[in-house]
């Protein structure tokens, strides 16, 4: 028996311009697009991928489950987001080695520093 990861679900009230801004924050790619819903990916053929779907609900609270990226440059990276429509948020941590940022939807995200070896 094997089990693969596939996506990553995410609800949005406007699936496509939600999955459109993570596909610019990413540089990944859309691989399926449908009513109410569109699909990204790092490249066609690679798993797993994020799945944005329509709700009719706005989003009311803390996600309970956020996305963790950690780039080369924390600091450029945290201003490439911030300028691509990003916001920070304080969700109550304090001064820590990661910024929490949210998506135009508001869902939280963190993006995170170097790794210490």
């Known amino acids: ?3 693969e990861w596939e996506q990553t679900i ?3 009230r406007d ?3 939600l999955g459109l801004w993570w596909r610019d924050a990413l540089g990944w790619v ?3 697009e449908g009513p109410g819903e569109l699909e990204i990916r790092p490249t066609a053929d690679r798993l797993p991928g994020l799945l944005f779907v329509a709700v009719s609900d706005p989003k009311t609270t803390k996600n309970r489950l956020h996305l963790d990226f950690r780039p080369d440059d924390r600091d450029a990276e945290v201003e490439r987001l911030l ?3 990003a916001m ?3 969700v109550g941590h304090g001064e820590q080695t990661w910024v929490v940022l949210l998506d135009p939807e508001g ?3 963190c993006v995170l520093g170097s790794r210490t070896r």
């Open 30 to 32: 859309v691989v399926d």
């Open 88 to 90: 920070r948020a304080d």
């Open 15 to 17: 699936p496509r311009a």
């Open 1 to 3: 028996m094997s089990l």
């Open 107 to 109: 869902n939280e995200f």
């Open 83 to 85: 300028a691509l429509g």
């Open 10 to 12: 995410v609800d949005a």
